[in-house]
């Protein structure tokens, strides 16, 4: 909490990060330095024109596609050193609920929720021998709560009568639980399990287009040849990295390419606002200063000057309920 004015709005994506901020630093300050006398306006319009980007790469070869995809990551990896799953959960239980409760929803809402859930439910078994009445309550904040708590109800079951109570550590088991398909059985197999699982949302899918890693359109088809391009063992940060990205710089509508650290290597650069200044107004949750999505945040966010999520009631941030969560 100390060091939560570091990130101030002024405070963007490529100040955290020494290698692509200088980058994007050296390219941006050049031009103007030709022209003499760089005023206000040559300076702003300038910094954009200076990122050139990446070549369209139709005819790629594979060794190429897999250098520049793992290049983008490692980059990534720079810049959200402290990415973690953004649901607050203490246990494999928690997770697949949380996952679950998700759906159509922010992980904000959802992490604002579950810390009276999981009081006043804090097993399978109680989940399970819930009054379902009582459970929509809780869960009304997430929306679709009546669906929900079927879910959630009927995956406690599934957990108490078929698992011995436990959240079982095999996709194949994991996907025949009620409201669980492959994205949350990845989410819960990666974070919980420590097994290696791609996890392809809507961020994921729209980034990985832009980077032309892939056309696949169907998310199954995406994590097989999104998955092919990396070491199984990245799989599970990779899959963070893309997700917090997508949340915080490369938005579905507007994506914020002027700030963007890895504009050099983005073959969509442009498609998003350019000006660097308009570009980091558009940054979300930590790279614009603001709160995060979780209530109890990994150590190492609030080191890097993390914010956590305020309690349900609490005034939210603009950043933490835009764009989907
Ligand atoms: S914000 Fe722009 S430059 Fe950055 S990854 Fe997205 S499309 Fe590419």
Not at 115 to 124: D, H, Q
Not at 269 to 289: F, Q, S
Request: glycine fraction near 6%; charged fraction near 25%; hydrophobic fraction near 35%.
């Amino acid at each position: 909490m100390r060091k939560t004015t570091a990130p101030t709005k002024k405070a963007s994506a490529t100040t955290k990060k020494a290698a692509p901020a200088k980058k994007a630093a050296r390219t941006a300050t050049k031009a103007p330095a030709k022209k003499a006398t760089p005023t206000k306006t040559t300076t702003k319009k300038a910094a954009p024109a200076e990122v050139t980007p990446a070549k369209p790469p139709r005819n790629e070869s594979r060794t190429a596609l897999v250098r520049r995809a793992r290049r983008i990551n490692r980059e990534l990896a720079e810049i959200y050193p402290y990415a973690h799953p953004e649901l607050d959960f203490e246990n494999s239980f928690q997770l697949v609920i949380a996952t679950v409760l998700s759906a159509q929803t922010t992980d904000l809402r959802v992490n604002q929720t579950t810390p009276t859930l999981f009081a006043k439910y804090p097993t399978p078994e109680d989940l399970a021998a819930a009054n379902p009445e009582e459970v929509e309550e809780i869960l009304r904040p997430t929306g679709f709560f009546r669906a929900k708590t079927k879910s959630v109800i009927g995956l406690s079951k599934a957990l108490r009568d078929d698992f011995g109570g436990e959240v079982p550590g095999r996709l194949e088991d994991l996907v025949k639980l009620p409201g669980v398909g492959r994205k949350t059985a990845f989410v819960v197999l990666g974070n919980a399990f420590g097994r290696p699982g791609i996890t392809v949302d809507t961020h994921f899918q729209r980034l990985v287009r832009r980077w032309q890693w892939t056309d696949e359109k169907e998310p199954d088809k995406i994590e097989a040849a999104v998955g092919a391009l990396f070491p199984k063992s990245d799989w599970t940060d990779l899959s963070h990295h893309v997700i917090w990205h997508g949340r915080r710089i490369c938005h579905a509508r507007k994506p914020a390419c002027g700030a963007c650290p890895i504009a050099p290597l983005c073959p969509a650069y442009g498609e998003g606002e350019t000006d660097p200044e308009k570009a980091r107004k558009l940054l979300k949750y930590e790279k614009g200063g603001f709160p995060g999505q979780r209530l109890k945040p990994p150590q190492a966010y609030l080191d890097a000057g993390g914010i956590p999520a305020p309690p349900l009631g609490a005034p939210a941030s603009s950043a933490s309920s835009a764009d989907s969560g």
